[in-house]
Nanobody
Framework: HVQLVESGGGSVQAGGSLRLSCEMF????????FAWFRQSPGKEREGVAS???????TYVESAKGRFTISQDSTKRFVYLQMNSLKPEDTAMYYC?????????????????????WGQGTQVTVSS
C-alpha cells in the first residue's frame, strides 16, 4: 500500500513562488517514478513534471525554466519548486507515483503511467 500526501499549495500573486511537497508512505524497498500533475475546472489533468528512478526530470513546455522537480536523498519526498507563477498555473496539483517497470514508450507525464495518487493541493495565482 502506498500513500502520497501533498502540501505547500496556497495563493500567491503573479510572479511569486511556491514549493509543493509530496511525502510518500510505502512499505518495502521498491523504487518509484514520480510526477506532478495539475487540473483546473473544465480542463483535463496535465502532467507538469516527472522524475524517473534515476532522477532524470521531464517538464511540460509551459513549465520549463520556471518549475523544478526534485527528490530528497531518501526518495520519500518529492518537491516541485514553482517560480514566476502565472494565473494560468492556477489548478489543483497532484503528486503521482509508480513502481512498475518502465515500458519502452514511457513518457513520464501520462496519467496511465501512474497508479498511486495523492489528494491534491490547490495553487491559486492572482494577476
Amino acid at each position: 500500500h502506498v500513500q502520497l500526501v501533498e502540501s505547500g499549495g496556497g495563493s500567491v500573486q503573479a510572479g511569486g513562488s511556491l514549493r509543493l511537497s509530496c511525502e510518500m508512505f510505502a512499505h518495502g524497498d521498491s523504487q518509484f517514478c514520480f510526477a506532478w500533475f495539475r487540473q483546473s475546472p473544465g480542463k483535463e489533468r496535465e502532467g507538469v513534471a516527472s522524475i524517473d528512478k534515476d532522477g532524470v526530470p521531464t517538464y511540460v513546455e509551459s513549465a520549463k525554466g520556471r518549475f523544478t522537480i526534485s527528490q530528497d536523498s531518501t526518495k520519500r519526498f518529492v518537491y516541485l519548486q514553482m517560480n514566476s507563477l502565472k494565473p494560468e498555473d492556477t489548478a489543483m496539483y497532484y503528486c503521482a507515483a509508480d513502481s512498475r517497470p518502465r515500458p519502452p514508450d514511457w513518457l513520464g507525464r501520462e496519467i496511465r503511467e501512474y497508479n498511486y495518487w495523492g489528494q491534491g493541493t490547490q495553487v491559486t495565482v492572482s494577476s
